[in-house]
């Protein structure tokens, strides 16, 4: 018997797989990549989906146009208000509801403070991933401010359920926009803070700059969107390239990294962290009394014309789609979610992990800052 | 601070950190302390934590449980409850917090109002968590099935704001139809009510909750959501093919029922009821050949049916007796078919040719007519009897309730159907000027008053008691005082002067007294009750009928136990006579069309069922 020689020239020798999730705390959700490596380098990156087992687009074209409204917050947990507004932008254009000025201003208030604490909830991660706790804490200990401002506004923390065809379920309350006021005077103080604390830390510094370089060129091929997109160079954001709600209203820069690597990524959110704050700001002082609900037939009898549409919003990740089809009935005929992290996330990954060092795979997941229930839904 | 300067590494920066190690944490320390930030401490003023439910104001619709997206809302039987209403039914929700996803759609399209959400959220499970549903299901059915009743109710959360009309996922207000100014209604005889534009009845039958409370209340039960939810889904066939089901006089019913749906119906609690009755005229008047969507006719199985009386009750009988198989004929005495829809429900309310819309439509599935035929004077009613397989009676009520008072045999003094009659067949043209006095509050006395200010005349509504006790539809009675008829409160008939002529009418200012039974309170006249006369040309008396069936034999009108009221039968129409069924306003306590419907129906399957055992196929 001729035994396996134990060098370079057998691959089985040469390579080991290595899971990497769904329970290791580097991945971001329940998602795994099983990586094929060789010493401390990845040789081949191969997604595994599939284990959220979720079925919503299925479980969608089962239910009433607005019960699905308590379903769908539930495909991105860190910012589920991008679904409810894409999914009642996508109802309202077909069925042609024109939603009230005020209603409108209040879906921006929603997606920047959602847009605000996706932040805080991605960068915390990477404080997990490079061993920072403390940042960890600061933020989701931030975070959780933005949740006590929704329970007020909409009576749940996590998952609103607080967008409804035709506008918002209910008015601001009284008191609230103060609220927010002084929540973000908090924020434009713990700003410079963090610069300080996570943004200038050497050992974050060291972590990610360099890594994981994407040119431009190759992100759009590979179809990145929003941040992951922008901080490669390429000025793209359909809040300025297709203003939807109010946001040819107002006031606001898309700020300009493009280095195309890790460090650019999460200071290119840092920075629209800003611009977030900025518009926030507009809001209050332009916010518009008046109605904030269209009114529309009741659950039971709400049909949406026959048609479809793509409506798209500009979440923290990038461009969150719903391409959804009816058919003139109570349920939707069809639903197909588009999450931002499905490019980068399922598809770019496999070519971007090939080559880094294993350390650094955690710390890539967190810096394109994507969320698995994207791709699983 | 830029771009650049962020990028800036700086190893001292960090530091910044250290000042927190002196700072009071994020957390606040539960339950000793609770977060402040809302106007009152604790969970936000609209959490949506448990469910309360005010069981007392719900009516059990259960609606909540339809539109859970998680299915969590289970409708149970309940016992010892004081109902809101005569509609509600006995079952609860009861919520599976193992299910729940506290979206609160539940509490959103609570048509009552009752269903709210509290600030309450804890929910401790004391037994070990291994424990099995097997072991110990009181305990798992205590701690995860809630019972939604008053134990949060001084905590309430998200709740659904009374005053603010935007507050509401379900519309509560009505789309009237259009209808012809009272001025311009009132001289003339045409249809003043609009039957709905397209664009109006989807938009009415939008509200609709599919609930199906209204079914119930329905005296033939037709499906009510699902011809709704086809309006407004825009098809009026689909939704004139449900009505079918259970009522082939579309049309009639739609423009004059008395819609005990809408009574019922939950939207009504808190805003205006649906308008059932105009979306069914809508569908209705919106399919010209009502052939194309009626049932499939069977061939004739060789059995021959007899209906006396050509009103709804025959009508309906004849239709699904028809499509039963049975060969109908139909003996009517008069020129026309139709009987009181036909002499007692004036034009501008439901135009004869609507009317002839439905009824040819039924004739058309090939029911024999014999116009101008009275049973007992044309033919023997036991002829009938011998030659058909079964008999139905639908003669109605003719015999009209006399006032009992004096002066009640003069001239002039009518009777409210006989009126009616007058006015349909084109003897009465003209009462300008006239004075006219009509006894009674229900619709026939409505009937009256209107077609007589049509007429020109000045009319006075007496009635024993309140407006509001009155039996007539309130939209009739809003709709008489707009036409300018006066209506007299309990006023109890006392004489009615004149030589040969009626010419003055007295009656007395009644006390209502309450009814030591629990019904409606009584008028009663003492010594003290001012008595007023006014003059009259004509006193119309319309305070009811009773049936008349002089034309079977006494022996049969014994038999089948006749008590000069009605005619008792079984829910098949059968009556104690073999082979002799009975439906319409002469055995039906609600004397109405649709109830007279609904008999025609229940007694052609009664034939059905009776036809069966004789030839021992059961």
Redesign the interface.
């Known amino acids: 018997m001729e035994l396996t020689p134990l060098n370079e020239s057998n691959d089985d020798y040469r390579y080991y797989e290595l899971f990497i999730g769904p329970n290791h705390p580097g991945i971001e959700g329940n998602f795994s990549y099983i990586l094929k490596m060789k010493g401390h380098t990845v040789a081949e990156a191969t997604p595994d989906p599939g284990l959220l087992h979720r079925g919503f687009e299925k479980l969608m074209e089962r239910?009433?146009w607005?019960?699905?409204?308590?379903?769908i917050p539930r495909i991105c947990v860190p910012e589920p208000d991008v679904n409810e507004v894409a999914y009642c932008m996508g109802i309202e254009h077909m069925a042609k509801i024109e939603v009230p000025k005020r209603a409108q201003y209040i879906r921006v208030i929603v997606l920047e403070l959602a847009r605000i604490a996706s932040f805080l909830f991605g960068v915390s991660g990477l404080g997990g991933t490079t061993g920072h706790y403390?940042s960890a804490q600061?933020l989701i200990?931030?975070r959780?401010?933005i949740l006590?401002?929704f329970?007020?506004l909409?009576?749940?923390r996590v998952?609103h359920?607080y967008q409804?065809p035709g506008?918002v379920?209910?008015?601001l309350?009284e008191?609230w926009l103060d609220?927010l006021s002084d929540f973000l005077d908090y924020m434009g103080k713990r700003?410079?803070?963090y610069?300080?604390?996570i943004?200038?830390?050497?050992i974050i510094?060291k972590r990610t700059v360099g890594l994981g370089y994407i040119s431009a060129d190759e992100a759009i091929e590979n179809g990145l969107t929003g941040p992951n997109l922008r901080a490669s160079g390429v000025i793209y954001d359909i809040r300025k390239a297709q203003p939807y709600l109010v946001y040819d209203e107002l006031d606001f820069e898309i700020?300009?990294?493009g280095d195309g690597d890790a460090?650019s990524r999460i200071?290119q959110r840092?920075?629209e962290l800003g611009e977030s704050i900025k518009i926030l700001r507009q809001c209050i002082k332009q916010i518009p009394q008046g109605?904030?609900?269209t009114?529309v037939?009741?659950?039971?009898?709400?049909?949406v014309p026959k048609g479809s549409y793509y409506s798209k919003v500009e979440s923290s990740r990038g461009e969150f789609g719903y391409y959804m089809v009816s058919d003139?009935?109570v349920k939707p005929y069809r639903v197909y979610v588009r999450g931002p992290s499905y490019s980068i996330g399922l598809y770019y990954a496999t070519k971007a992990l090939v080559g880094m060092r294993i350390e650094d795979v955690p710390v890539w997941i967190h810096t394109t800052d994507m969320c698995p229930p994207d791709f699983d839904r | 601070?830029s771009?650049q300067?962020?990028?800036?590494?700086?190893?001292f920066?960090?530091i910044?950190?250290l000042k927190?190690l002196f700072k009071k944490?994020?957390?606040v320390r539960y339950p000793k302390e609770d977060?402040e930030?809302?106007?009152i401490s604790g969970?936000?003023?609209?959490?949506?934590g448990f469910h309360t439910n005010d069981l007392e104001k719900c009516i059990g619709c259960g609606?909540c449980a339809?539109?859970c997206?998680?299915d969590a809302v289970t409708m149970v039987e309940t016992t010892d409850l004081k109902p809101a209403n005569k509609f509600a039914k006995t079952v609860r929700p009861v919520f599976d917090y193992g299910r729940c996803?506290?979206?609160?759609?539940c509490v959103?399209?609570c048509p009552t109002g009752s269903l709210q959400?509290s600030r309450d959220y804890i929910h401790t499970f004391h037994p070990s968590v291994s424990i099995s549903v097997e072991e110990e299901p009181e305990i798992v059915s205590k701690d995860f099935i809630w019972r939604a009743d008053s134990t949060h109710v001084g905590n309430p959360?998200?709740v659904r704001n009374e005053k603010?009309k935007?507050?509401k996922?379900?519309?509560f207000e009505r789309t009237a139809p259009k209808k012809t100014d009272p001025a311009k209604r009132k001289i003339s005889f045409s249809k003043y009510v609009q039957i709905y534009s397209k664009e109006e009845a989807e938009k009415e039958?939008?509200?609709?909750?599919?609930c199906g409370a209204c079914v119930e209340a329905c005296p033939n039960e037709l499906h009510i959501p699902e011809y709704i939810?086809a309006i407004?889904?825009g098809d009026p066939e689909e939704s004139l093919t449900w009505i079918y089901k259970r009522n082939p006089l579309p049309l009639i019913c739609g423009e004059v029922c008395t819609h005990q749906c809408e009574e019922a119906c939950v939207v009504g609690i808190q805003g205006e009821p649906l308008a059932i009755r105009w979306l069914k005229a809508f569908s209705a008047s919106n399919v010209d050949d009502y052939l194309k969507i009626s049932n499939f006719l069977p061939k004739s199985n060789g059995k021959k049916l007899a209906a006396i009386g050509g009103g709804p009750a025959s009508l309906s009988f004849g239709y699904y007796a028809r499509l039963l198989g049975y060969d109908v004929t139909i003996y009517e005495a008069e020129e026309k078919l139709g009987g009181a829809m036909m002499w007692g429900i004036p034009i501008y309310r439901l135009p004869k040719d609507e009317m002839m819309k439905d009824i040819n439509a039924i004739l058309s599935t090939r029911i024999e007519v014999k116009l101008n035929t009275k049973v007992g004077r044309d033919v023997k009613f036991e002829d009938l009897m011998r030659s058909y397989d079964a008999v139905f009676i639908g003669v109605g009520n003719s015999k009209p309730m006399t006032l009992r008072i004096k002066g009640e045999d003069l001239e002039n003094v009518v009777q409210g159907l006989t009126f009616m009659h007058m006015v349909n067949d084109g003897t009465l043209k003209d009462l300008n000027g006239k004075k006219i006095v009509v006894v009674g509050g229900g619709n026939v006395a409505m009937d009256v008053a209107r077609s007589s200010v049509r007429l020109g005349a000045d009319v006075t509504i007496v009635y024993r008691r309140r407006i509001k006790d009155m039996p007539a539809d309130p939209e009739e009675i809003e709709d008489a005082s707009q036409e300018g008829v006066k209506i007299v409160e309990m006023g109890v008939p006392i004489e009615i002067y004149g030589e040969k002529h009626a010419k003055e009418f007295e009656y007395a200012v009644a006390s209502l007294v309450p009814d030591p039974s629990g019904g409606r309170p009584r008028p009663v006249v003492d010594d003290k009750s001012p008595h007023v006369k006014i003059s009259a040309d004509y006193v119309v008396a319309a305070i009811g009928q009773t049936p008349s069936i002089d034309f079977i034999p006494v022996d049969i009108q014994q038999k089948i136990g006749f008590d000069g009221k009605s005619i008792p039968v079984d829910e098949y129409g059968r009556t104690k006579v073999k082979g002799l069924f009975c439906g319409g306003d002469a055995s039906n306590a609600r004397q109405d069309i649709i109830s007279a419907i609904g008999s025609g129906m229940r007694a052609a399957k009664g034939v059905e069922v009776y036809l069966a055992k004789e030839e021992g196929n059961v």
């Open positions: 239910r009433l607005t019960q699905n409204l308590a379903l403390t600061w200990g931030d959780d401010y006590d401002l329970e007020w909409t009576g749940g998952y359920i409804y506008g379920k209910n008015d309350p008191g609220k700003l410079p803070e610069d300080k604390f943004f200038k830390n050497p510094q700020p300009k990294t460090f200071l840092r920075l109605p904030y609900r009114k037939p009741n659950p039971f009898q709400f049909r003139g009935d | 601070m771009s300067d962020i990028e800036k590494k700086n190893g920066a960090p910044v950190g927190y944490p994020h957390t977060l930030v809302f106007p969970n936000s003023p609209n959490y949506r609606n339809r539109v997206p998680t996803c506290f979206c609160a759609q959103d399209v959400m959360g998200y603010n935007f507050d996922v379900i519309n039958a939008s509200r609709c909750l599919g939810s407004s889904k």
